[in-house]
């Protein structure tokens, strides 16, 4: 059977769109694919935004992993994010969290939130000029700022003005006293 030649194009791209699916798929299974094309396919779903803007992506999430291992180290999590030159989102609802692993399974180390941020996936880099938040997931550290920029290859966070820090000893484990 061959096809009329009106379907002959669209059936030709059809099929490359669908082999390379498969490969991507395929790659993204195995783990081989750490780079920031991950958040540039997960980001390229279009969902229609509050505003009406089709470019508009909500509950983004970027999940981060060590060198070319499946351990997670960093989740990036966003409400809405929207395309800019370069590669380049705007996301409102920054939240990332910082993971460590233990033998009773991944612990939060820290989260950085933040109400804007511009997210280069391409370098693994967040930045704002505006109000951020740091905490450790215990409650016993927290610094603020205006302006930041929080990189994932080194783990580097630089916060630039107006910066507090809240620091909170743990309250000592009652021993009982000793007897003369």
Known sequence: MTLPR??????????????????????AR??????????????QTTLPG????????????FPLYEGNSRV????MLGQT????EGGRY??????????????GGPTTNYVIEAPK????????VASSDGRMFIRSTDGNFMTTGIGFEWRHLDSHLTISNEVLTHVTRPEP????????
């Open 6 to 27: 009106a379907l002959k194009l669209p059936a030709l791209a059809l099929g490359v769109l669908l082999a390379i699916g498969a490969v991507v798929w395929l790659v």
């Open 72 to 75: 997670l180290t960093t989740l």
């Open 50 to 61: 509050t505003s009406g803007d089709p470019a508009t992506t909500r509950n983004i999430r």
């Open 173 to 180: 484990t009652s021993s009982p006293k000793a007897k003369p």
């Open 81 to 84: 994010a929207e395309p800019l």
């Open 117 to 124: 941020c511009l997210l280069d996936p391409s370098r693994k």
């Open 30 to 43: 195995r783990g081989i694919w750490q780079t920031g094309a991950q958040v540039a396919a997960v980001l």
């Open 90 to 103: 705007m996301i409102s609802g920054l939240r990332i969290e910082n993971y460590s692993q233990t033998p």
